[in-house]
T-cell receptor, first 112, second 114 residues
Framework: DAKTTQPPSMDCAEGRAANLPCNHS???????VYWYRQIHSQGPQYIIH???NNETNEMASLIITEDRKSSTLILPHATLRDTAVYYC?????????????FGQGTILTVHP | EAQVTQNPRYLITVTGKKLTVTCSQN?????MSWYRQDPGLGLRQIYY???????DKGDVPEGYKVSRKEKRNFPLILESPSPNQTSLYFC?????????????FGPGTRLTVL
């Protein structure tokens, strides 16, 4: 799986958009970008994933650059409950059983 | 409600006393996995199972056993716990159809071995 790099921490005001960057410059063609988050020692929670097109679901949007070397997770209207550690990982899709290896992630703090 | 449950949520035990942490999912998922999470080391996979009666080692299997007799259950067994197994443990599951890697995690079990 390709190595990913994220800033260790970010702040965001409640109600504003939170934009979390991730660098994955060595990503290979069959690897997807996945985002998970973990709220204070709870079980990690899946957010979104994508291959090369931008994706949106009820939780967030994922913007992947055309060269696929980086991506941004966007929480459009952050709330206090979005305070968590956010993990970006690159992992092969398809039939891979998908061991998840989380790095240190980005600690997002949403403040009032 | 689709969920993965783990029991117990908290456990303090002593070295050498066998214990089992249960994991159950109600989503008919084929794939189940156990992870441990330690400060500075991230999430590390212990064992995984692709289906009933099919289990395999992850990255840190030493000192652990698992079984998969039923599709919904995947217990983690520590035959002789040691202090270095003090950790936060997570069970996860996913369906294998569709090819995505959306995994569902349990709430975690915090284990302390004295």
């Amino acid at each position: 799986d390709a190595k990913t790099t994220q800033p260790p921490s970010m702040d965001c005001a409640e109600g504003r958009a939170a934009n979390l960057p991730c660098n994955h410059s060595t990503i290979s063609g069959n690897e997807y970008v996945y985002w998970y988050r973990q709220i204070h020692s709870q079980g990690p929670q899946y957010i979104i994933h994508g291959l090369k097109n931008n994706e949106t679901n009820e939780m967030a949007s994922l913007i992947i650059t055309e060269d696929r070397k980086s991506s941004t997770l966007i929480l459009p209207h952050a709330t206090l409950r979005d305070t968590a550690v956010y993990y970006c990982i690159a992992i092969a899709g398809g039939t891979s059983y998908g061991k998840l290896t989380f790095g240190q992630g980005t600690i997002l703090t949403v403040h009032p | 409600e689709a969920q993965v449950t783990q029991n117990p949520r908290y456990l303090i035990t002593v070295t050498g006393k066998k214990l089992t942490v249960t994991c159950s999912q109600n989503m008919n998922h084929e794939y189940m996995s156990w992870y441990r999470q330690d400060p500075g080391l991230g999430l590390r996979q212990i064992y995984y199972s692709m289906n009933v009666e099919v289990t395999d080692k992850g990255d840190v299997p030493e000192g652990y056993k698992v079984s998969r007799k039923e599709k919904r259950n995947f217990p983690l067994i520590l035959e002789s716990p040691s202090p270095n197994q003090t950790s936060l443990y997570f069970c996860a599951s996913r369906g294998l159809a569709g090819g995505t890697n959306e995994q569902f995690f349990g709430p975690g079990t915090r284990l302390t071995v004295l």
